[in-house]
């Protein structure tokens, strides 16, 4: 009875380590894939290109509990809002199969790795800086 119940216990442990696996394991995507997924268009996207949001890099870093920290002092039931408005605008991304052809779902943005990459390629984008001297030049209006 004893050897049973440990490998029946063991084979749930087992099987849980497995699906939390497979849960965590990222589709092979390049960044241009990324951004087609999560990115938009509009503020300082001049050339119609998309980028990756504020909302949707914070999105990323509170489901996958990389902004932990900077949490830490919101409420749970504030915590569970904004959480639950991230899982809904990015279910939004996965649900439209011209976003997502390599089959993302919601699940992954749980995991940091995609978060960390969604903020390095935000960050590979030019910065407001570089919109606003564009804005400038074609004296669309003047700052100061």
Known sequence: MKTRFLATQSSMILAAALLSGCKSSLPETTDAEIVTLVGGSGGFSFDGERKISKTVLDCAGTLSGLDDDLLKDAGPEMLGLFKTSCRQRLNRFV???????????????????LAERIEKIRDQCAPV????????????????
Request: hydrophobic share 30%; aromatic share 8%.
């Open 129 to 144: 800086s570089v919109c606003v001297q564009l804005l400038r030049r074609s004296r669309v209006f003047r700052l100061g």
């Open 95 to 113: 649900s439209d199969p011209d976003r997502n052809p390599l089959g993302f779902e919601l699940e992954h943005f749980e995991n940091p790795e």
